[in-house]
């Protein structure tokens, strides 16, 4: 595994595109580097792109995508900065779904308060599947 490190966050819930896009840009994000974006809202990757992140692109989804995120985030050491509290949060109350009839977990996470985790499990697609272009750092949405 590799150390992978959250070093500052952008955390907004339940909030439109254009307010996290406002927010971004005030943040001072560079538009020029790669943003992993949700590919099943396609309307917020052309809003960021139309805000001048040309980069926004959509993660790779398909069977089993989300557990092989998880696979490869389980073999990195996740330094989290004390600063990025909603991560850290999340992060702790990570749980997986527990079958009741027969006693076991699944390994299926729970989909609860889990917006940082799908950046994190977006975040390793520039490793996972990097994209044509050279992969110099990123930013997920």
Request: contains cysteine; charged residues 25%.
């Amino acid at each position: 595994g590799r150390d992978m490190y959250v070093c500052d966050e952008i955390y907004k819930f339940d909030t439109e595109t254009p307010e996290v896009i406002a927010a971004a840009n005030s943040y001072g994000i560079d538009k020029k580097r790669i943003m992993y974006c949700d590919s099943e809202n396609p309307d917020a990757i052309t809003q960021w792109q139309k805000a001048g992140y040309k980069n926004a692109i959509g993660v790779t989804k398909g069977p089993g995508s989300v557990m092989s995120q998880i696979d490869y985030l389980k073999q990195q050491r996740i330094i989290i900065h004390p600063s990025c509290v909603n991560t850290i949060k999340e992060i702790s109350q990570w749980s997986w779904k527990f079958d009741q009839k027969r006693g076991i977990y699944l390994d299926a996470p729970v989909e609860f308060m889990d917006d940082a985790m799908a950046c994190l499990r977006y975040a390793v697609e520039g490793h996972r599947n990097p994209p044509a272009k050279a992969w110099k750092g990123h930013v997920n949405y």
